[in-house]
């Protein structure tokens, strides 16, 4: 993925973040704007490589996906909005299966860290709702911008023990 597309999503991401804190909705035009991106850079890839290999990561991310939230959904119902669920579908098409479980478990646990420090400072309570895109957003930056690395120290991680 080049710089260009980079900051265009990362734009996005921080237009969606700073909604969804502010009016807890997630604006189906900037998802849809992402959808088309994702279409465009794979159509793009492959007629440079005339390899379908990203198309199919994506695909598995965007699978993984949908049986994650259906799974999150038959756990506890209305735990997630509907709009995460699209950005998430959306960020899937973007990324290969790999980048694509680094960001869903990274945006549960930046959310957990986060929700539980408002709780003890007492800013929240848990019956509150806290939009969940500016920690999906969070995730998914830091994968564009230190996916290698990340993966590196996971690898170090599970390979000390």
């Known amino acids: 993925m080049d710089n260009i597309i980079k900051s ?11 909604i969804d ?4 909705i997630i604006p189906d035009g900037l998802v849809s704007i992402l959808i088309i991106i994702s279409l465009i850079y794979h159509y ?3 007629n440079k490589y005339q390899n ?3 198309i199919i990561e994506s695909i598995k991310g965007f699978s993984f996906i949908i049986i994650s939230f259906s799974l999150i959904y038959f756990i506890k119902k209305d735990s997630i909005g509907h709009g995460d669920f699209k950005l998430f579908l959306a960020i899937a098409l973007l990324f290969n299966f790999k980048d694509m479980i680094m960001i869903f478990i990274m945006s549960f646990n930046i959310a957990a860290v986060i929700s539980a420090l408002l709780i003890v400072f007492k800013k929240k309570t848990r019956n509150d709702i806290i939009p969940f895109a500016p920690f999906i957003s969070i995730s998914t930056i830091l994968v564009i911008l230190y996916s290698n690395q990340i993966i590196q120290r996971i690898e170090n991680l599970i390979i000390m023990r």
């Not at 265009?8 to 700073?18: F, G, K």
């Open 8 to 18: 265009i999503i990362i734009s996005i991401l921080l237009i969606i973040s700073i």
């Open 21 to 24: 804190y502010k009016k807890m």
């Open 44 to 46: 793009n890839e492959f």
């Open 52 to 54: 379908i290999n990203s």
